[in-house]
Nanobody, 119 residues
Framework: QVHVAESGGGLVQPGGSLRLSCAASGSIPSTSTMAWYRQAPGKQRELVASITTGGATNYADSVKGRFTISGDNAKNAVNLQMNSLKLEDTAVYYC???WGVGWSYSHYWGQGTQVTVSS
């Protein structure tokens, strides 16, 4: 069984910063991808950023240059540094860990953490 836990959400003013953290525990292979997604009210969940154990990163266009994802392979942990936050960044942010072994694919989600950008 795999457990994923996020922390670090909160209320911030436009232009401010927040740092989200996520840690996964359990039977996780040495090669995996960890990612942050977000879901705003009335909208579909969308990818924000991802990082592989090899260090390859991917960002949504809307956050490029403002958000930075970083990982700690030894701890199966990932952080999301969010700078220059905008009102439209308000959402529940979810952490996901996923991997593929042969034809098998596994993924686990955290419970989510609320990020509210408001003046």
């Amino acid at each position: 069984q795999v457990h994923v836990a996020e922390s670090g959400g909160g209320l911030v003013q436009p232009g401010g910063s927040l740092r989200l953290s996520c840690a996964a525990s359990g039977s996780i292979p040495s090669t995996s991808t960890m990612a942050w997604y977000r879901q705003a009210p009335g909208k579909q969940r969308e990818l924000v950023a991802s990082i592989t154990t090899g260090g390859a990163t991917n960002y949504a266009d809307s956050v490029k240059g403002r958000f930075t994802i970083s990982g700690d392979n030894a701890k199966n942990a990932v952080n999301l540094q969010m700078n220059s936050l905008k009102l439209e960044d308000t959402a529940v942010y979810y952490c996901k860990v996923e991997w593929g072994v042969g034809w098998s694919y596994s993924h686990y989600w955290g419970q989510g953490t609320q990020v509210t950008v408001s003046s």
